[in-house]
């Protein structure tokens, strides 16, 4: 697994490549919050899905846990490039509520009113 | 492709959650699964055999998780096991979001009994568990 | 990654030999092999479970290929055997181009000990044989 | 294992995608040499081996198998798009004095004399 962090305003984004199962998911998790902790004063989340390979229920309660961190402040989360097998295992699992998904970048940075950053 | 049958035993270590997913969608590969398929197959085994490092052995990496592929009369057979600690009540471990771990969701049986066409389980408390599944490819050939 | 283990048994069918060479690659990965001593890997495995199923077996497809793969000390250590025919002279067979098949070229076991850091064999006539080969990767961690 | 034939006066084109193992040398030997045998006119052989993953000594043997028929016509064999690994694999079995080795197919169609065609 391979991560990529980048702030932009309020917003963590996490650019995530490979296969995000039992064996990476303390990684993810231990990582994502290192940047929260680190820095208060962000409040959304968007997860950049593109190179995602493969998810299972421990990746996916990986990126539960997260929201409900991000909720407490009052934030949101947000997904690019969520492919049609990850969209599936959001649907079944009622993520899909829970986060707004967008086609790229550029939509989600629109929506979290963070362009131009 | 009438008859063939791949046992793999491994080591309860997480790497081999990987390793068991590929191992699986490499030989479900011989039937005439769509990809869509094969990325279904490679949820369930990945949910069972982690399950089994997770709750059988609750994470002690000296036991052994084994996983039977079986390809008969266009089916895809496949039985995770391992010699762990047993579910006492099987029903209510299937219930969705049903959970004995804090940080779990207890959806790992509800993906398993989605994206197979069957799936039973067999429990004995300290002696260990047993997730059957079988696969049907859904364009038959 | 310290040890970890898994068995392969699979039926002696020729769809599985691409099987035994994605199972062997898929948990070599977990050391620090490059993408170029993977592919040596796939060849080693490719030949010794063809050979078990072409000469060990004579191509019945009721025979059992066991492949076992360890990962030890950093090395990898696999080991493919079957319950066919046997060697009668390993030393003859081992030479480039000896081979007991018309068609063939008698180079698996030059290919196996030209990829392999080590690589040995041993065989009963009429019990069958086991090929154990080490790889070792040449950028150390 | 993909095949597709493709005849250019007296060369046959032969481009390979996939797998070639004791699984798959069958059908490559059964289908070469049904050409082969259908136009006694073809001497030469040419492979294009861009979409090869892999190759072992099963798949050699047919290789080498098929040059030996060629030789015999005359003829002579190429080989186009031949990675590292194919090239080491040909090197170690000798193959690589048996036959031609050519970048793309265009200097291995002007070696052949067959351009234009
Ligand atoms: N192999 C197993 N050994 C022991 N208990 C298990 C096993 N598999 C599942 N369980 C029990 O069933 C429960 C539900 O499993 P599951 O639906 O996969 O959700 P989760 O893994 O998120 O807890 C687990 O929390 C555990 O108590
Ligand atoms: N598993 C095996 N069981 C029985 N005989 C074997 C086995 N592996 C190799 N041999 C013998 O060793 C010979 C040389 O093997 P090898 O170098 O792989 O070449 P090839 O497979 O082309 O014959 C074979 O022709 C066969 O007689």
Chains 1, 4 share one sequence.
Request: charged share 25%.
């Amino acid at each position: 697994m391979e991560l990529v962090f980048e702030k932009k305003k309020d917003t963590l984004f996490v650019t995530i490549k490979g296969e995000l199962d039992l064996h990476t998911a303390d990684e993810l998790r231990y990582k994502i919050d290192l940047h929260l902790n680190n820095s208060g004063s962000l409040k959304n989340m968007i997860l950049n899905l593109r190179g995602i390979d493969f998810i299972d229920s421990s990746g996916l309660g990986v990126i539960l846990g997260r929201y409900k961190l991000i909720s407490k402040r009052g934030g949101k989360l947000g997904a690019v490039a969520v492919s049609p097998q990850v969209k599936r295992i959001f649907e079944l699992s009622g993520m899909l509520k829970l986060l707004s998904i967008y086609e790229n970048t550029d939509q989600a940075e629109d929506a979290f009113d963070i362009s131009g950053f | 492709m009438t008859k063939n049958k791949a046992e793999i035993k491994m080591t309860s270590l997480s790497e081999n959650i990987g390793f068991a997913r590929m191992a699986a969608a490499t030989f479900a590969a011989q039937l005439n699964f769509t990809l869509a398929e094969i990325e279904e197959i490679k949820v369930a085994i990945s949910e069972a055999v982690s399950n089994c490092i997770i709750h059988g052995y609750e994470n002690r990496t000296d036991g052994t998780v084994v996983l039977n592929l079986l390809i008969e009369d266009n089916r895809l057979i496949m039985v995770v096991e391992d010699y762990g600690i047993g579910i006492n009540d099987i029903e209510e471990a299937m219930q969705p979001s049903f959970t004995t771990s804090e940080e779990r969701m207890g959806l790992g049986m509800v993906f398993m009994n989605s994206f197979m066409n069957e799936m039973e389980i067999e429990s004995e408390t300290g002696k260990g568990t047993k997730v059957r599944m079988v696969k049907i490819p859904e364009k038959q050939e």
